[in-house]
Protein backbone atom coordinates (compact mmCIF):
# COMPACT_ATOMS: atom_id res chain seq x y z
CA UNK A 1 0.00 0.00 0.00
CA UNK A 2 2.60 2.38 0.92
CA UNK A 3 4.65 1.71 -2.09
CA UNK A 4 2.09 2.65 -4.10
CA UNK A 5 1.23 5.67 -2.62
CA UNK A 6 5.44 6.24 -2.89
CA UNK A 7 5.16 5.56 -6.77
CA UNK A 8 2.34 7.53 -7.05
CA UNK A 9 4.12 10.46 -5.48
CA UNK A 10 7.30 9.97 -7.51
CA UNK A 11 5.27 10.09 -10.79
CA UNK A 12 2.59 13.14 -9.53
CA UNK A 13 6.35 14.94 -8.61
CA UNK A 14 8.13 14.28 -12.12
CA UNK A 15 4.86 15.41 -14.01
CA UNK A 16 4.55 18.55 -11.44
CA UNK A 17 8.20 19.22 -12.70
CA UNK A 18 7.70 18.50 -16.24
CA UNK A 19 4.08 21.16 -16.51
CA UNK A 20 6.31 23.95 -14.51
CA UNK A 21 8.87 23.91 -17.67
CA UNK A 22 5.79 24.77 -19.49
CA UNK A 23 4.40 27.94 -17.30
CA UNK A 24 5.59 31.35 -17.57
CA UNK A 25 4.92 34.03 -14.90
CA UNK A 26 6.73 37.62 -14.85
CA UNK A 27 7.56 39.95 -12.31
CA UNK A 28 7.85 43.70 -13.35
CA UNK A 29 9.49 47.44 -11.90
CA UNK A 30 8.98 50.69 -12.91
CA UNK A 31 6.07 50.15 -14.67
CA UNK A 32 7.05 47.99 -16.45
CA UNK A 33 10.28 49.26 -17.89
CA UNK A 34 12.13 45.89 -16.25
CA UNK A 35 10.31 42.53 -17.47
CA UNK A 36 11.13 39.68 -16.23
CA UNK A 37 9.70 36.03 -17.23
CA UNK A 38 10.63 32.76 -15.02
CA UNK A 39 9.14 29.24 -15.46
CA UNK A 40 7.29 27.30 -12.98
CA UNK A 41 10.27 25.90 -12.20
CA UNK A 42 12.18 29.36 -11.29
CA UNK A 43 14.75 29.32 -13.86
CA UNK A 44 14.83 32.47 -15.69
CA UNK A 45 14.04 32.62 -19.40
CA UNK A 46 13.83 36.78 -20.47
CA UNK A 47 14.90 39.76 -19.28
CA UNK A 48 13.12 43.19 -20.80
CA UNK A 49 14.53 46.28 -20.16
CA UNK A 50 12.95 48.83 -22.10
CA UNK A 51 15.18 51.59 -23.87
CA UNK A 52 14.45 54.44 -22.36
CA UNK A 53 15.86 53.36 -19.35
CA UNK A 54 18.70 51.99 -20.60
CA UNK A 55 19.10 55.77 -22.47
CA UNK A 56 19.39 57.38 -18.81
CA UNK A 57 22.39 54.94 -18.29
CA UNK A 58 22.08 54.71 -14.65
CA UNK A 59 23.15 51.48 -14.16
CA UNK A 60 23.00 51.15 -10.33
CA UNK A 61 18.79 51.88 -11.10
CA UNK A 62 18.87 49.24 -13.49
CA UNK A 63 20.32 46.87 -11.82
CA UNK A 64 17.85 47.81 -8.74
CA UNK A 65 14.96 47.50 -11.05
CA UNK A 66 16.23 43.96 -12.09
CA UNK A 67 16.56 42.40 -8.56
CA UNK A 68 12.73 44.13 -7.74
CA UNK A 69 11.54 42.21 -11.48
CA UNK A 70 13.37 39.00 -10.71
CA UNK A 71 11.90 38.35 -6.60
CA UNK A 72 8.40 39.35 -8.11
CA UNK A 73 8.70 36.84 -10.90
CA UNK A 74 10.31 34.01 -8.66
CA UNK A 75 7.65 34.87 -5.62
CA UNK A 76 4.90 34.17 -8.28
CA UNK A 77 6.57 31.22 -9.95
CA UNK A 78 6.54 29.80 -6.25
CA UNK A 79 3.09 30.48 -5.48
CA UNK A 80 1.93 29.03 -7.99
CA UNK A 81 4.14 26.06 -8.26
CA UNK A 82 2.67 25.44 -4.34
CA UNK A 83 -1.01 25.61 -5.36
CA UNK A 84 -0.12 23.01 -8.01
CA UNK A 85 1.37 20.85 -5.75
CA UNK A 86 -1.36 21.36 -2.95
CA UNK A 87 -3.43 20.22 -6.07
CA UNK A 88 -1.29 17.07 -7.07
CA UNK A 89 -1.61 16.02 -3.52
CA UNK A 90 -5.20 15.97 -3.21
CA UNK A 91 -5.30 13.48 -5.43
CA UNK A 92 -2.41 11.30 -4.88
CA UNK A 93 -2.46 10.97 -0.71
CA UNK A 94 -5.22 9.45 0.27
CA UNK A 95 -7.03 11.69 3.04
CA UNK A 96 -5.19 11.35 6.60
CA UNK A 97 -8.15 12.35 9.36
CA UNK A 98 -6.46 16.06 10.90
CA UNK A 99 -4.29 16.80 7.48
CA UNK A 100 -5.58 19.39 4.92
CA UNK A 101 -3.90 20.99 2.29
Known amino acids: MFGDIINKVKLAQQDHKLRMEQILVDGQAENGQVKVVVNGNKMVKQILISPELFAQGDKEAIEDLLIIALN ?22 PPIPGLTF
Open 72 to 93: RAIEKAEAFSNDEMKEMAKGVI
